[in-house]
């Protein structure tokens, strides 16, 4: 819970992007601690595989950590949908 809080809070202004290093449940804090500022800023977000499923980053083909911090160096963008499922 701290990474979104931390995200849903934090100044964006000072930054152009934010890394997130961890599994999926890192993943989902960020994510949704961005979807849910106050003020509706974004930033890409670089995903870092460190967890023990890193499900989210094996389906984005970052399946080592390497790979990661590779397209964040090069500033490459992969745009992928989120969205909200109800029954």
Avoid at 14 to 29: K, L, N, P, Q, W
Avoid at 44 to 61: E, K, Q, V
Wanted: glycine share 10%; hydrophobic share 45%; aromatic share 10%.
């Amino acid at each position: 819970m701290d990474a979104f809080r931390f995200i849903k809070d934090f100044d964006i202004d000072e930054f152009s992007s934010i890394m997130a290093v961890g599994g999926d449940g890192t993943c989902h804090e960020v994510l949704n601690g961005m979807m849910l500022r106050k003020d509706k800023k974004k930033l890409p977000i670089c995903f870092i595989p460190n967890g023990t499923g890193n499900d989210l980053c094996g389906a984005l083909s970052l399946d080592e950590f390497e790979t990661g911090l590779n397209y964040f160096i090069k500033g490459d963008i992969v745009k992928i949908d989120i969205f909200k499922a109800l029954l």
